[in-house]
């Protein structure tokens, strides 16, 4: 069974740091593409970064660029995400996300559908 | 690329059928993904390439559509439907979603 368990959310004063951590278990996490996607709740859904399976390539959403970076770690069978630079905007619910199949073209940053998501986790950034 | 979803809400009553708009600003071609999240859990894939069902959803659920505009229609609603539906393109980066339309008990 394919899982996604988020943690290390919490309640962190603005300019604060937190760092996501997403267990992806059922799947060989190594050949997968992976998503963080946000969600202020009661809103929509944001998407906030992806990272290819070799991580050449991260792709991160303007409102993030510069304050989060995504990085894996197959081996621990792990996805994360470091947040810098907090602002209370960043207030919303952290998924992981899964790519729907495993996708892979040399040199190519390639797209592919959300295809399974985490339960997500709670970021709150308040003075 | 500018995802416009309507209506933001449709009521409608349990055995009715629904029928959900998703518009982009430019030609996605096929790489349209429509999810269904309801209270308290996260999204899940429904429809990708724009009309392929994945695997395990009903077969009430049925996506339409190519380039910028696109349709969800979901027939003879059952209580486990009614929540909010989000469009999604994946034809070029950034990822964007559409607003929504919450599907609701009249």
């Known amino acids: 069974e394919v899982q996604l368990v988020e943690s290390g959310g919490g309640l962190v004063r603005p300019g604060g740091s937190l760092r996501l951590s997403c267990a992806a278990s059922g799947f060989s996490l190594s050949s997968y593409q992976m998503n963080w996607v946000r969600q202020v709740p009661g809103e929509g859904l944001e998407w906030v970064s992806s990272?290819?399976?070799?991580?050449?390539?991260?792709k991160y959403a303007d409102s993030v660029k510069g304050r989060f970076t995504t990085s894996r770690d197959d081996a621990k069978n792990s996805l994360y995400l470091q947040i810098d630079g907090l602002r209370v905007e960043d207030t919303a619910v952290y998924y992981c996300?899964?790519?729907?199949?495993?996708?892979?073209?040399?040199?190519?940053?390639?797209?592919?559908?959300?295809?399974?998501w985490g339960q997500g986790v709670m970021v709150s950034v308040s003075s | 690329i500018i995802m416009t979803q309507s209506p933001a809400t449709l009521s409608m009553s349990p055995g009715e059928s629904a029928t959900l708009s998703c518009r982009t600003s430019?030609?996605?071609?096929?790489?349209l993904a429509w999810y269904q999240q309801t209270p308290g859990r996260p999204p899940r894939l429904l429809i990708y390439g724009g009309t392929t069902t994945d695997t395990g959803v009903p077969a009430r659920f049925g996506g339409r559509g190519f380039g910028t505009e696109f349709t969800l229609t979901i027939n003879s609603l059952q209580s486990e439907d009614f929540g909010v539906y989000y469009c999604?393109?994946?034809?070029?980066?950034?990822?964007?979603f559409g607003g929504g339309t919450k599907v609701e008990i009249k």
């Open positions: 999604q393109q994946y034809y070029s980066w950034p990822l964007t």
């Open positions: 990272i290819s399976r070799d991580s050449t390539f991260i």
């Open positions: 430019q030609s996605v071609y096929n790489k």
């Open positions: 996300a899964r790519d729907r199949y495993p996708h892979y073209v040399p040199g190519v940053a390639s797209v592919a559908e959300i295809g399974f």
